[in-house]
DNA sequence: TGTACATCAGTGAACGCGCGTTCACTGATGTAC
DNA sequence: TGTACATCAGTGAACGCGCGTTCACTGATGTAC
């Protein structure tokens, strides 16, 4: 899961390595836009990025795959920072909406590369991308889940289905945040409302459902 | 928009066409599948797949481009299809959001394919594609828009913003049913319900909103 | 300290492959008379 | 009806290209003594 890669060895004898593991993770990188996703990186094109020959990829990884899995690890680490931010925006004035929101488009503006991964490997990568993915997006709505209980237990209001609320609010953050990646950045700070008023409405809905549950119950 | 090919010309002299333009864009639609999107086709791959030489496709399309967008306009028309279904079933006892959610599902079920091209192109596509479904969705929306605003007004509810409120259901509803694709089909049904319950959110967040701002704003 | 040696990161050349595209062609069909 | 001709859908061969992968190699480094 993670991304840290096992440069140092038992026994480092032979020739110092000039280039890392993660300066051609880094290439990679570099490669990937709005347009070009994870699969459509030729081996050869990421060597020529990272300024090596084609074949001395080999001695970093097994093949394009392993890069391509380590990429995805990158992202998880970078979308479960999300959540992290959002914490601890939530504890100042703004709620927890607001922050998660918040902590998201920043993160799509600094980390584009890494989120534009999961956006699309979720929906276009080999079976093992998008469980992969799903796992990372899975992650998240456990965490938002158990945020969203304490949410609703503070502030005394019912919540109609937590899973699948904080299911709901991470599908459409994710989704609408995704079309951030191919509109001018002028445009974010609306979108971002967009997607705040969005989440208050399945926020509004989650309670009114609860409300209504509980009335026709008693 | 259409994807009427212009087969009958003017003046069909010469030889006989012995495959049609839709025959290579089936030929193209057999070979997509969950994980394989239109821009790893290769014109070769479809020739083989139609039964024709290479070269023979360029009697029909420009280039595969001109193959993408058509299969494109071909999705469009099937997304649209939803919308016409949903209606139907609205006026029978369904409301309609549950009209919606099983006029989608069963169009995933039926149509896989070209909902398949919508789902993924919107996310990894050329711009020219994202723009083109993008396009396809706006105009979903504008329909959906249109009848909650109806149905707020049938039923005497308030709508928050009909037009964020029908982005809102049509890019989550888009988003779930995408996950449809990469299940088993016995797990159809119990994604469904999580859609048209996420749905239902949604509806009762944007009454409760609007129900808040009348309050407040007498 | 010096020397012989093992390790191994990175290299350059070569391979076979599928690709998009081109070219000149074939031969079935419709038209003109 | 018959014949000569124009049209043009589909073809087979060939091209140059970038690809993934392999191979034997080079030479810098660390280790053993």
């Known amino acids: 899961m993670s991304s840290t890669p096992p440069t140092v060895e038992a026994s480092p004898q032979g020739r110092k390595p000039v280039i890392s593991r993660d300066d051609i993770i880094a290439a990679a990188l570099k490669l990937l836009g709005p347009n070009r996703g994870i699969s459509t990186l030729s081996l050869r094109e990421v060597a020529r990025e990272a300024g090596i020959a084609p074949n001395s990829i080999y001695r970093h990884f097994r093949d394009l795959d392993e890069l391509a899995v380590a990429l995805i690890d990158l992202a998880g680490d970078s979308l479960r920072q999300i959540i992290v931010e959002a914490r601890q925006r939530a504890t100042a004035e703004h709620g927890v909406v607001q922050g998660c929101a918040d902590a998201f488009m920043e993160r799509l503006r600094a980390d584009d590369r890494l989120l534009n991964i999961l956006l699309r490997e979720g929906k276009v990568g080999s079976t093992a991308f998008k469980d992969a993915v799903e796992r990372q997006l899975n992650f998240f709505e456990e965490e938002l889940k158990l945020d969203l209980m304490y949410l609703a237990t503070v502030k005394n209001?019912?919540?109609?289905?937590?899973?699948?609320?904080?299911?709901?609010?991470?599908?459409?953050?994710?989704?609408?945040?995704?079309?951030?990646?191919?509109?001018?950045?002028?445009?974010?700070?609306?979108?971002?409302?967009?997607?705040?008023?969005?989440v208050r409405m399945i926020i509004a809905g989650t309670q009114a459902l609860a409300a209504f549950k509980t009335k026709s119950g008693l």
Chains 1, 2 share one sequence.
């Open 157 to 198: 209001t019912g919540l109609y289905d937590p899973g699948l609320t904080a299911k709901a609010i991470t599908r459409l953050v994710f989704t609408m945040g995704g079309t951030a990646l191919d509109i001018p950045k002028d445009k974010h700070d609306e979108l971002s409302k967009q997607i705040v008023q969005m």
